[in-house]
């Protein structure tokens, strides 16, 4: 099972995200989930964790250089979602989805 994670402000619109994504993914029979945590938790999560991939939201995207240094020192890769991608409908979830199968390891 592969395991992506959202950073995002609160946690709270990544969360409804990283749920709707992971079924998605589960109704194609594709071993990726999702999970979401705050800003204030992401550092932590790239340097100790089992997530392959980590996935900066539109709302948190100031601090992406910083998030996106601190993968390329543990060698995992943190990408920006895009708005479009970042929308509780079936286009925004497919875009998504696609960008996490885009960019996981």
Do not use: H, R, W
Not at 71 to 84: A, Y
């Amino acid at each position: 099972m592969k395991k992506a994670l959202i950073i995002c402000a609160a946690g709270m619109s990544s969360s409804l995200m990283a749920k709707k994504v992971t079924e998605f993914f589960a109704s194609q029979n594709k071993p990726i989930e999702l999970d979401a945590v705050s800003a204030t938790e992401g550092s932590n999560k790239i340097k100790n964790s089992d997530f392959s991939l980590f996935l900066i939201s539109p709302q948190t995207m100031m601090m992406f250089d910083k998030l996106k240094a601190l993968g390329d020192e543990v060698g995992k890769p943190v990408v920006s979602i895009p708005f479009q991608a970042y929308i509780p409908i079936q286009s925004g979830i497919e875009q998504l989805a696609k960008l996490v199968e885009d960019n996981i390891n």
